[in-house]
């Protein structure tokens, strides 16, 4: 299974950008996607995750600010992120909870990373 996100760069305090992270490969279903994010210096931490239901869950740094959604049929995640600071800045990685073909339990992936860096 691989991960391919987009939609990172560099953007003015007050900005938007929108990540998008499609999954791809040996796909039976997927029980959630999400991103997470890191900071130099800093672990890694959830942003948000959604699962295959409709169903969010947001850090309470982000409520009311970043939107993530999906598309179960092209097995992709959005994170629309509005409002952004120099805290955001990380490197934004998403994540799914996958159960192949011919497996029984899900496993779980992550894609590459993409920068997002917000100037003040």
């Known amino acids: 299974v691989q991960l391919q996100a987009s939609g990172g760069g560099l953007v003015q305090a007050g900005g938007s950008l929108r990540l998008s992270c499609a999954a791809s490969?040996?796909?039976?279903?997927?029980?959630?996607m999400g991103w997470y994010r890191q900071a130099p210096g800093k672990q890694r931490e959830l942003v948000a995750v959604?699962?295959?239901?409709?169903?969010?869950n947001y850090a309470d740094f982000v409520k009311g600010r970043f939107t993530i959604s999906g598309d179960n049929a092209k097995n992709t995640v959005y994170l629309q992120m509005n409002s952004l600071n120099p805290e955001d800045t990380a490197v934004y990685y998403c994540?799914?909870?996958?159960?192949?073909?011919?497996?029984?339990?899900?496993?779980?992936?992550w894609g590459k990373g993409t920068q997002v860096t917000v100037s003040s």
């Open positions: 994540n799914a909870a996958v159960t192949g073909w011919g497996k029984r339990r899900p496993s779980d992936y």
């Open positions: 959604i699962t295959s239901g409709g169903s969010t």
């Open positions: 490969g040996n796909i039976s279903s997927i029980n959630a």
